[in-house]
């Protein structure tokens, strides 16, 4: 399994307070072989369950929802946000950009 969809998911779950749980598609599809690695991740970014083989397979945790707001309690990521700290560029983040002239239809 990949080492990189463990971190990655294991960081959005750590900084979204959240539980994470991955899905990915197995087995071999138009000669192409499918590399799946779904998995649960808690809120601290550990890794609950995960598949065992790179076949179809059916991962299942058993997670208690109330982890999360422990953990939204504890780090308070959220209530730690500074918007009026971060740069101007990210006031623009999330806007629709207009099109520059050479794009066909702008």
Known sequence: MTRWVEVAAGSGAYLNSTFVIGVAEAGREDGVDLIADPLVIDPLGQVLARASTLDDELVTAQIDLDEAAVARDRWN????????????????????????????GA
């Open 77 to 104: 990521f959220l209530g730690r946000r500074h918007p009026g700290r971060t740069p101007a560029w990210s006031s623009r983040c999330g806007r629709r950009r207009r099109s520059p002239g050479w794009v066909r």
